[in-house]
């Protein structure tokens, strides 16, 4: 099994220019995520999909868009890139649930999309 | 709202020293506690979490719900335990994972 892949691995953007970073998982995980990572600030959620067609906001959602295509993958767009967007971008999915269980709620990442907005 | 707060950024020891990596939440019901870490080049991963009461990498951390912490001790530190560690809390009832800052081990010879 491959995990969670995400692509592009790198990537840089002119301000304004749009992209989609693509996210897929084959653990066939309702839940899947988008966070960004910042030095000094940790992981900050942007947006979440806890099951295949639905999406919320996280922390941190203006300036993103997400669509859950299927059950695999969860995409995250940026329309018009800002500089403030320069991050890198983990994906993850987790099979969430209640009721214990040690393979619940345990989220499993990507490798991360390193993207420079200039 | 529920915060995780990691008061510390860095902490740098020498093998074979004890180490203790602190971590505080604030959320008034019952939550699901985790360490996260990043080892350099390699992708976030599930240290441990506090319903298994297991010892991961000689690791272990116990939950306080008095004093609402859930410290990462190791009793002897190795160098391939430099990492990125990442507290990190579940609300009772979501799906959500609230990260703290994360804190940087770096374990010198």
């Known amino acids: 099994n491959a995990g969670v892949t995400q692509t592009p691995k790198f990537q840089v953007l002119k301000t304004g220019q749009s992209m989609t970073l693509q996210c897929a998982q084959d653990m066939n995980h309702n839940s899947m995520y988008w966070y960004r990572q910042d030095p000094g600030m940790g992981l900050r959620l942007i947006y979440y999909s806890a099951s295949e067609g639905t999406t919320d906001k996280g922390e941190v959602p203006n300036g993103y868009n997400v669509s859950r295509l299927n059950k695999r993958e969860f995409s995250l767009r940026l329309e018009s890139a800002a500089p403030s967007q320069t991050s890198v971008y983990f994906c993850?999915?987790?099979?969430w649930g209640t009721g214990g269980g040690s393979a619940k709620n345990i989220q499993y990442f990507g490798a991360g999309t390193r993207l420079s907005v200039l | 709202a529920q915060r995780v707060t990691q008061p510390e950024k860095l902490l740098s020891v020498f093998k074979g020293a004890p180490v203790e990596l602190k971590c505080n939440y604030s959320y008034s019901g019952s939550p699901e506690l985790f360490w996260y870490v990043q080892y350099s080049r390699q992708r976030l991963q599930l240290l441990l979490r506090?319903?298994s009461r297991e010892s991961i990498k000689g690791f272990t951390a116990d939950l306080n719900k008095g004093e609402t912490s859930f410290h990462l001790k190791k009793p002897f530190a190795q160098e391939e335990d430099s990492a990125m560690y990442y507290c990190?809390?579940?609300?009772?009832?979501?799906?959500?994972?609230?990260f703290g800052k994360g804190m940087k081990l770096t374990v010198n010879p």
């Open positions: 993850a999915s987790s099979e």
């Open positions: 990190a809390l579940t609300p009772g009832g979501s799906e959500k994972l609230v």
């Open positions: 506090h319903i």
